[in-house]
């Protein structure tokens, strides 16, 4: 027990330290490449940050798990906006630029949108049960490569122009080392969190479905929340928000996909119509904040983290 309060306290310094590393690396990154910052949050930041939730997915999918695949992608699509945006706009104004607010959210809306339609056979087609097949895998990897495709165009384009260029903190290959030692550190932190977490709360006797939906969903999101706290607090705003939206992307398109499409069918899905709409709910506030003003300010905050709060309690006193 003792072992492990002190594994979870070094899980959270290593989470902490890393993430701080990790956005200095990746801004410096941006800044060495002459890339805009907002490319380097929706690809390496996002891609990086979502590791756990795409380990913890093909291991559910080789062992028969499919529901904590899904589970593990709606809960933390719902997290990353309600609980990560919100407290990383109660910290400071996430100032939200043109081309997100127009190219960027709108193809989380519909990404997320095709995955709602996707997995629900019984109310859509009037089926027995609802099956993730390969094919829908492969249909949601088809419509990632449009993200993919984007991505290429901002390459293409080099910077924004909005963008002022600074003088990097690292030089290339150190940038290089600390984005890949940042990523490592919050994996291992989030691991360490998690695994110790679950020990102390299974002694304590809590129960496993509670286990499930708070420490295991919070501890895979843990990556991007100290990541885009530490980057609003850098003043890094786009890293906050494209390691969002860039994380909410991935986990449909790769972390859903990418297993599904290789893997077979995610047959006999259970799931709540709650958890769907929260999520849909989300993803849509997220845009009508940010297209309302280009701005998610600590009253659009508390708002999100007002839903998160409802929405979670209410899963925690259903579980109990």
């Not at 924004?160 to 940042?182: A, H, R, V, W």
């Amino acid at each position: 027990m003792i072992l492990n309060i002190f594994i979870l306290i070094i899980g959270f310094i290593i989470l902490i330290k890393g993430a701080d590393l990790f956005v200095d690396a990746a801004s410096s990154l941006a800044e060495n490449f002459h890339l805009s910052k907002m490319l380097i949050a929706l690809t390496i930041v996002s891609f990086g940050t979502s590791a756990p939730e795409f380990a913890v997915s093909i291991k559910s999918i080789i062992s028969g798990s499919g529901d904590i695949v899904l589970g593990n992608v709606i809960g933390s699509n719902i997290l990353n906006i309600l609980l990560i945006l919100g407290v990383s706009s109660c910290i400071h104004s996430l100032n939200v630029k043109n081309a997100t607010v127009k190219k960027e959210l709108p193809i989380t809306i519909l990404i997320t949108t095709l995955f709602i339609i996707l997995i629900n056979d019984k109310l859509l087609s009037g089926e027995t049960s609802n099956i993730l097949t390969r094919v829908d895998g492969i249909a949601i990897i088809l419509f990632f490569l449009i993200f993919i495709y984007y991505l290429i165009t901002i390459m293409r384009n080099k910077t924004d122009n909005n963008e002022k260029s600074t003088e990097p903190k690292y030089n290339i290959l150190l940038s290089i080392f600390f984005t890949i030692t940042g990523i490592i550190c919050l994996v291992l932190g989030s691991n360490a969190v998690v695994d110790s977490a679950s020990f102390i709360a299974q002694t304590l006797g809590v129960s496993e479905r509670v286990i499930a939906l708070t420490i295991v969903a919070l501890g895979t999101s843990l990556p991007e929340l100290v990541t885009s706290v530490t980057a609003t607090k850098k003043g890094e705003y786009d890293i906050a928000i494209g390691n969002v939206v860039g994380s909410n992307i991935f986990n449909i398109g790769i972390v859903l996909g990418v297993p599904v499409a290789i893997f077979g069918n995610i047959g006999n899905i259970t799931f709540n119509y709650l958890d769907l709409f929260i999520m849909l709910l989300s993803t849509f506030l997220l845009y009508i904040f940010s297209f309302k003003t280009y701005k998610i300010n600590r009253k659009e905050g508390l708002i999100l983290l007002i839903i998160f709060i409802a929405y979670y309690g209410h899963l925690i006193f259903s579980a109990i």
